[in-house]
Structures are given as C-alpha cells and as structure tokens.
C-alpha cells in the first residue's frame, strides 16, 4: 500500500507540512512515473510505505506519520529518462552542499502584532542591502546575517526610509553571492543563518530592541533556523514601521547545481 491519504484533500499545500503525529508531502510531478519521500524519518527506504500517490492533476501526495520538526527528506523520483533524488521546490529550508537535504520546519513564529500597515507604492523610500555584507561583525570567520541586519534596523528607520529591499536571499551554492545563482524560491539562505550554539548572544541584542518599543522578548528557540531568523529580520523592520522587499529572479528557480532540482526529470 502506498502512503496513507489521512490529511489529504484538495486543499492540502505543497510541499512538506508537519499535522497531527507526521506530515503531509505534495509536489507537481506529471511526467513523474512515481515519487517516494525518503529521509531521517523512515532511514531512506524506498517502499510502498514512502510512495506517494498520484491524482488526475500530476500531483504526488501523502501522510507519513512519526515525521519530526528539522528532519531531512527529498523526493525519489522515477522519471521517463532517469531516477534520483529530489530537492523540494517548496523546501522551508535546504542544507548545502547538495544534495544533503530539504529540512522540514514548524511555521509558528512569535509575530508581534503592532498595526503595521504597508505604505502605498508611491510612498516607497526604498534602501537596497545585501545581508552578507551590509553589517558583519564576525568577519573573516563569518559574513553578515539577517540578524546583523536586524541590529541596524533602529538606524535605518532614522533615515527616513519606508522599505528595506533585500538582494536575493535564497539559498545558493557557494559560500559567498549575490544571490543571483539562487536554488529553487521558497528556502533562505543557510550562511545567513546564526548557528544554534551561536544564538543566544544575538537573541539577546535583538530582544533589548523589543524591549525599547515595550513588546514581547523571542525565546532562543524562536529564532532556531534560518527561516526564522528571516522572519525575525521582517518583523523587526515592521515594528520600525518599514516594509521588506525581496529581490527575486524567478528564472534561476533551480539552480545550476546537478540534477537535483525538480526540473531535471
């Protein structure tokens, strides 16, 4: 039997997404002869308990229960010409070099409700930053970071801006970029990310900016990840009354690292 449909529907989103005691896994794969989800949950085994099932529609879906928080998985996928392993389009996060792995993550993050409001087009005051050299404190060890950036958020509201616009911050596969070689859309890029064992100090700079403007502090664990280092950066430049911009060059979506983008079938 292939993977269990409980908590599939029409409805449901692509990608990878932690429900109930698993995950659910969809991805578009029409010309796919079948799809496995493999990875730390079920040791990698291609079998009927990881093959995915296929609707009208090309797409490929299932729950597969015991799935946890930062596991790792990829789609095995059996195409007209050849087989391997597959990054997901929609991975939340992707761990380099590949093709290590998609990394599943929760979506909760502790967003600070403050009634911001984006300004209209023709009040954009735009300030265009790159996070890997726009403020770094740990050169040559390390390149900027999205928390570095949200350091300097106080200082940039000053000048007068109303929106920040971030160079490309999916993930790429080198060390230092642009941004303009990024992989697939929806993964940010991991050399953004503060390390775990190196958070605590940067949550507690970040969390006396909360404490200026009188809101809730973020727990270590909020900003575990690079997704939710991101989002604290965002939410940061909402709560200084500024919107973010994403530069974003949507005909690079896969990368030119091998094939294991979805697009090499």
């Known amino acids: 039997m292939p993977a269990s449909l409980d908590h599939i529907d029409a409805h449901t989103p692509m990608g990878a997404n932690l429900v109930a005691d698993g995950a659910t896994f969809r991805v578009w794969a029409p010309n796919a002869r079948s799809v496995h989800v493999t990875g730390d949950f079920n040791d990698d085994q291609r079998d009927d308990a990881s093959l995915l099932n296929r609707d009208a529609h090309g797409h490929w879906s299932g729950f597969i229960p015991g799935v946890c928080d930062r596991q790792r998985y990829m789609f095995y996928v059996v195409g007209e010409g050849s087989e391997g392993p597959k990054r997901d389009p929609y991975a939340r996060e992707l761990e380099t070099p590949f093709p290590k792995g998609c990394i599943i993550r929760k979506t909760d993050f502790p967003w600070h409700e403050t009634g911001y409001v984006t300004p209209q087009f023709h009040n954009f005051v735009i300030y265009q ?115 973010v911009l994403l530069d974003v060059v949507y005909n690079h979506a896969g990368g030119d690292f091998g094939d294991e983008s979805m697009y090499f079938l």
Do not use: W
Not at 136 to 142: A, E, G, I, R, V
Not at 169 to 174: G, L
């Open 129 to 243: 930053l790159h996070v890997g050299t726009y403020f770094t404190p740990n050169l040559p060890d390390k390149g900027g970071t999205f928390l570095d950036v949200a350091r300097k958020i106080p200082h940039l509201a000053k000048l007068g801006i109303t929106a920040v616009q971030l160079l490309p911050i999916q993930e790429f596969d080198t060390e230092f970029s642009l941004g303009y070689n990024g992989t697939d859309y929806f993964s940010p890029e991991m050399d953004f990310a503060v390390a775990d064992e190196d958070l605590a100090p940067y949550v507690a700079q970040v969390n006396k900016l909360l404490d200026a403007k009188g809101l809730k502090r973020y727990e270590v664990e909020d900003l575990r990840g690079e997704m939710n280092q991101l989002k604290a950066l965002i939410d940061r430049c909402h709560i200084y009354g500024l919107a």
